[in-house]
């Protein structure tokens, strides 16, 4: 868990707005998906094209597929270690299981379309070089409709969790922590 920062700053961070229905967030989940692949290039032999350039193919090919940044962070205006805190960490922490799922998800797809790319994956180039990173261009290609995938259904996931119905309920439960939490952060 991160250290709490006032409500206000989690709202700015969240991209919302206080004019809403919900005007304060009380919780936030914060993640940043990265992937890095690394590529292993070798000529073929007997490939040599006019000209010198060299026909290459991935000899070995790496990806990984990480949170670069995945934790929660809770209002400082929560009523530390209460009823509604908990509620509000359970929240977040749906939102950091559809955040896990769907990597996972992704992972073994990414897997897929790297070993089916790899086995079928040549380019001619001037060099050995410009071959390597002709390479991981067209990887990339490959792999960016399942990573655009990921992030539909990350936002689908998270809507789903996100719903009027979740922050009505959540403002009712608890009421003496909801007590102290309005005084919070009405500032006394």
């Keep these: 868990m991160l250290p709490p920062l006032p409500a206000r700053q989690l709202r700015a961070e969240a991209g919302g707005h ?41 000899a070995e090919l790496r990806i990984r597929l990480i949170h670069a940044e995945h934790g929660i962070r809770l209002a400082r205006e929560l009523p530390p270690g209460g009823c509604l805190a908990a509620e509000v960490l359970a929240h977040e922490r749906r939102h950091a299981e559809v955040n896990r799922r769907t990597l996972r998800e992704t992972a073994t797809e990414l897997r897929g379309l790297a070993r089916g790319w790899a086995q079928r994956a040549e380019t001619r180039a001037p060099d050995i070089n410009a071959a390597a990173v002709a390479l991981q261009q067209e990887l990339a290609q490959v792999l960016e409709p399942a990573l655009e995938r990921l992030r539909v259904a990350r936002e689908a996931g998270h809507a789903a969790i996100d719903t009027a119905e979740e922050y009505r309920r959540l403002s009712r439960v608890c009421p003496e922590d909801q007590r102290r939490l309005r005084a919070a952060l009405r500032g006394g």
Excluded: M, N, Y
């Design 18 to 58: 206080a004019d809403g229905a919900f005007p304060h967030h009380l919780g936030l989940t914060i993640s940043h998906v990265e992937w890095r692949s690394e590529i292993t290039v070798r000529a073929q032999a007997g490939a040599a094209a006019p000209g010198g350039s060299v026909c290459a193919v991935p």
